[in-house]
């Protein structure tokens, strides 16, 4: 007899609480059935019930979105398992580390699948990022805002994994954190006040562990809680990912749908399967790095910053650092936020790279960048130095306004010559900008991670 006949009165205990909990399955004949209907039911809470076909192919998303949303379901599991023997005060901190690792059973493990794991959750969400710009999916009046949620959501994952950095409580930690908090001391006027509030004092110490383990795990996780959800609600309304598309395609043909189940998630767990088994493999073969206890007395030589932020620290060489730590990262973030409300005279939602024009134009900013980065490093570590050249004049202007002055009439230069040798649309200069840009920093990063030696001279400076 059909469930969906029986009254309630006529159901045993085991069937009346079962059924309370899902009440779809009262409706459905077999016990397969039953879980399949709650199942979708579920799943379809937060997903469309029929998805673009054209969206479903690996190569528009890459997978990396949904990596992302893994990778931080893992970072939550494990470091929740690591609140319960971590101990965030300076003289247990290591301590609790090297227990931890030691006698907890599989401690080690899941130290190492939440520092990995916050490592690979940074290149996914930036080459996430690489994708959803290079395939026009941010400038639609639809994507905009959720671009500029992306943004947040990839600040908090830098803060996190920045914040996390400090935690294990070594010298690798201790004294990357100095150096990265010691750059907030050049914001001028609240510079002084921003440092001694985020260190919770004038140097690192037990207050500055406590806020990084409050932030770490409260604030952020909060976060990334809110603007999660907020993040894939703004896809929804945008009707679904951007539909892939070629040059000359109409954009209004949306091709056929298909049934997001099991299609898209048949794919997405797929994509999540194969990132956990890579990621747990990984962690059983490579520890996370611990190295001695933070010794506030002897600094290592070079002192390095996270990798992350060794684009930043290379800036720091050539820059003043008002202009490194403030000026110039604070322009490009400025940059980022309004990019997709530029105006934009192509219709190119979901061409990679613009056009055919842009893709060559976007090699030929990357090859620009890439050459010039490294002449610049070169020039500014072995010829330039105008802080000498000049020595009547504040460094804040020999070393800061003038070299940042070249840099943007060179940008400038650059944007009116790549629009008039080759006639590009505004779309394709402006993507030509972001490759300049995007391979500069590469460059700076790359550099500052293996090219620095001790006394953060040129040279090989490994890692
Ligand atoms: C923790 C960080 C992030 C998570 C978990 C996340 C997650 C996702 C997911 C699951 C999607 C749909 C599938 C996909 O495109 O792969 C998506 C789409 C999107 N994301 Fe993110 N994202 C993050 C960061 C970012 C960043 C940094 C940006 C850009 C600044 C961004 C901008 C967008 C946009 C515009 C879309 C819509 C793309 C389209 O319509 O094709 N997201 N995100
Ligand atoms: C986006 C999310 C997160 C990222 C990117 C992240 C990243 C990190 C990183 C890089 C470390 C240093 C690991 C090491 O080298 O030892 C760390 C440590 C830690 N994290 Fe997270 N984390 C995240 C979320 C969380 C959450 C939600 C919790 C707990 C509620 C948590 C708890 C901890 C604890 C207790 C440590 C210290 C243990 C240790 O250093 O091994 N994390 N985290």
């Known amino acids: 007899m059909p469930l969906s006949n029986v009254t309630s009165d006529r159901l045993n205990f085991y069937q009346r609480i079962r059924y309370s909990i899902f009440p779809g399955t009262r409706h459905s004949r077999t016990d397969r059935d039953h879980y399949r209907q709650f199942f979708n039911g579920l799943l379809l809470h937060f997903r469309p019930r029929t998805v673009p076909q054209r969206t479903l192919g690996f190569t528009l998303t890459w997978g990396l979105g949904g990596m992302a949303v893994v990778l931080v379901g893992i970072l939550f599991l494990s470091g929740l398992m690591l609140k319960f023997s971590y101990q965030p005060v300076p003289d247990r901190a290591y301590e609790s580390i090297v227990r931890l690792q030691n006698t907890v059973y599989f401690g080690q493990l899941i130290r190492n699948i939440h520092h990995w794991s916050g490592n ?95 932030i770490h795990t409260a604030i952020i996780p909060a976060g990334l809680l809110i603007l999660m959800p907020f993040h894939f609600w703004r896809v929804r309304k945008a009707r679904g990912l951007v539909i892939p598309r070629i040059p000359g395609d109409d954009p209004q043909d949306r091709g056929e749908s298909a049934a997001a189940i099991p299609n898209l998630i048949v794919r997405e767990l797929a994509v999540a399967s194969v990132l956990i088994a890579s990621i747990l493999i990984f962690s059983i073969l490579f520890n996370a790095p611990l190295e001695a206890k933070a010794n506030p007395g002897l600094s290592p030589n070079p002192t390095k910053a996270p990798w992350y932020f060794a684009g930043l620290q290379e800036l720091l060489l050539h820059f003043h650092p008002l202009f490194a730590v403030l000026v110039i990262p604070g322009v490009i973030l400025g940059l980022l936020l309004f990019l997709p409300y530029l105006r ?29 980065t490294c002449l610049g490093i070169l020039a500014n570590e072995y010829i330039l130095d105008f802080a000498a050249w000049l020595p009547a004049v504040p460094t804040v202007i020999s070393n800061g306004l003038l070299p940042a002055a070249l840099v943007l009439a060179g940008i400038i230069g650059f944007y009116r010559w790549i629009k008039k040798r080759y006639s590009t649309t505004n779309n394709e200069a402006i993507q030509a900008v972001f490759v300049l840009l995007l391979t500069a920093f590469v460059v700076l990063t790359a550099v500052g991670i293996w090219f620095r030696g001790a006394g953060m001279t040129l040279g090989w400076g490994g890692w």
């Open 120 to 214: 690979a959750l940074l290149v996914i969400v930036f080459l996430h990022f690489l994708r959803v710009f290079f395939s026009g999916a941010f400038h639609t009046a639809t994507r905009q805002f959720n671009w500029v949620l992306g943004l947040a959501m990839f600040l908090l994952v830098l803060a996190s994994n920045f914040t996390g950095y400090l935690l294990p409580w070594d010298q690798l930690a201790f004294w990357a954190v100095t150096i990265c908090t010691g750059m907030l001391e050049y914001i001028p006027g609240i510079g002084g006040g921003l440092q001694r509030l985020v260190r919770g004092g004038a140097d690192i110490g037990p207050a500055t562990l406590s806020i990084f383990f409050a």
């Open 344 to 372: 934009y005279d192509a219709d190119s939602a979901g061409i990679w790279f613009v056009s055919h024009q842009g893709r060559k134009t976007a090699v030929i900013a990357a090859v620009s960048a890439a050459v010039l």
